[in-house]
């Protein structure tokens, strides 16, 4: 591959649609197979494919390092935010259903998506530093 | 019945290109024989969801494709500058 | 431009695979395509106009009919080459240098080869040109070229 | 046994005839260059075969679109991952096959 034309112009072409197909695994967690770690997956493969087809340094100025660091700890706190603001509302850990909202279906609806979203930002931070670790291990 | 033919078909023809893959003789006959594998078990999978009448297989069809896929370029990739960015 | 162009696409996109409307998917499809959209906007459409876009885009479709076509000839070809007892095969490797402008060109090019006729593109490049294997000898290229030259366009 | 059957139960005969005539092209080949002939596009057109029939039993929802959308994907990455295969291999000095040599 040492003129990269055809794959990178067929990666530019799939990246946002692998996007969009990871956040839809996301948002279809409860109706289909998927849910938030398969969504972090597919996510990070997107970016795994880009630093493939581009290479690393293209790849670091377009994602940062810094933000992965900050979004792993982020995802976390989106998790343990739900399961606390249960905690306030009254429940358990975790208890949607105690969440004050009209009806316990759409509680319980919401607030599974909130933690799957805080996955899903964990997972694809995670699964992104950790390649980008192991591709510049030959560096240091 | 007809699903159930079509994918011992493809069965049948996973395991020729198998040979292939084991078989040799370089590494890029047996690359060309995972690819190709990958990519009939994507078959396999849409036809397996509609012997189970589960349509929501094509969800995974869709994504071990796009996986084949990468992984077959990372290979690549390694293979040729000995590092994967 | 780029970035509403995305967003739209995106937007479709979404719909073509998701089949549900409920409130919270509407929501939350509006802001998964900004994201994207914010996220990889310039890689999809980067750089692009969208009048030429849209010629491009139906000169592309008006070539596809004609593209399954000889998709369908190859593989006969194929087939009647794999199952002849005598495997009549005589491989070379041709080079030639098509003058395309645009990635996009060259990648359409070399995929339409690698599906059609006898030919698989082993080296596709501004600078290095291209390279065939053809299973049989005298494999010819020319009309798929000027096809391709055709939906590049002049401007 | 309604018409979308019949035209899928045509369809998926064909794409599985397809594919496993690619895997004999994979099998009878001499040399890598000829064989990623028939695993790069007999492969392609009978999976598109499959695909399609699945989507004449479906009928036209948003089950069959994503079908399609698998279809589209497919013949886009496999010719793209054909000419990385290709392409590696010819740059690492993998000598193309003539007429007359020995079967690898």
Redesign the interface.
């Known amino acids: ?3 990269h ?17 990871a ?3 996301l ?2 967690g409860e ?4 849910g938030g770690f ?1 969504a972090g997956a ?1 996510f990070g ?1 997107s970016i ?2 880009y ?3 581009f ?2 340094k293209s ?1 670091k100025l377009r994602f940062k390092s810094k933000v992965f660091d900050f979004l792993t700890s982020a995802g976390v706190f989106i998790f343990a935010t739900v399961g606390v603001l249960c905690m306030i509302a009254g429940g358990a850990f975790l208890q949607y259903s105690s969440l004050p909202l009209p009806t316990k279906k759409l509680a319980s ?2 607030g599974i ?1 909130g933690i799957e979203i805080g996955v899903f930002i964990t997972v694809t931070a995670v699964l992104v530093t950790i ?1 980008f670790e ?3 291990q ?1 560096d240091d | 019945m007809m699903f159930g033919l079509a994918a011992l078909a493809i069965v049948v023809a996973a395991i020729m290109v198998l040979y292939r893959g084991i078989k040799g003789p370089r590494v890029y006959d047996r690359l060309l024989a995972i690819n190709s594998m990958g990519t009939k078990t994507v078959i396999l999978i849409a036809l397996i969801g509609y012997m189970y009448e589960r349509p929501h297989f094509l969800d995974i069809a869709l994504v071990y494709a796009l996986i084949n896929f990468i992984g077959t370029i990372a290979f690549l990739k390694y293979r040729e500058t000995g590092r994967l960015d | 431009m780029s970035f509403i162009l995305t967003f739209i696409l995106m937007l479709i996109f979404w719909v073509l695979l998701s089949g549900h409307f409920g409130l919270i998917l509407v929501v939350s499809a509006v802001i998964f395509s900004l994201l994207v959209a914010y996220l990889s906007h310039d890689l999809l459409l980067g750089g692009v106009g969208l009048s030429s876009l849209i010629i491009k885009s139906v000169r592309f479709i008006a070539y596809l009919p004609w593209l399954f076509w000889e998709i369908l000839l190859a593989n006969f070809e194929v087939i009647y080459i794999t199952l002849h007892p005598g495997m009549k095969i005589d491989p070379e490797v041709i080079e030639f240098d098509p003058a395309l402008k645009t990635d996009v060109g060259i990648t359409i090019l070399a995929n339409s080869i690698t599906l059609t006729p006898g030919t698989v593109t082993i080296e596709a490049g501004k600078k290095s040109g291209f390279k065939v294997h053809s299973l049989t000898k005298g494999a010819d290229l020319t009309e798929m070229v000027t096809k391709v030259k055709w939906i590049e366009g002049e401007e | 046994m309604d018409i979308g059957t019949i035209i899928c139960g045509v369809l998926l005969f064909i794409g599985c005839f397809f594919i496993l005539v690619a895997s004999v092209g994979v099998l009878r080949f001499p040399d890598f260059f000829t064989r990623i002939h028939p695993a790069g596009k007999t492969d392609t057109l009978g999976q598109a075969c499959v695909l399609i029939g699945l989507i004449f039993y479906e009928g036209f929802d948003f089950i069959s679109l994503k079908l399609l959308i698998i279809v589209v994907f497919l013949l886009v990455v496999n010719p793209t991952a054909t000419y990385a295969l290709a392409n590696a291999a010819f740059i690492s000095g993998v000598k193309p096959w003539k007429k007359g040599d020995k079967r690898q």
């Open positions: 591959m040492n003129e034309v055809i794959v990178q112009t067929i990666s530019k072409i799939l990246i946002p649609f692998i996007q969009l197909y956040l839809y695994v948002a279809h109706l289909g197979p998927g398969q597919i493969a795994v494919l630093v493939l087809a290479g690393m790849a609806g919401i998506y390649f192991t591709a510049e030959d």
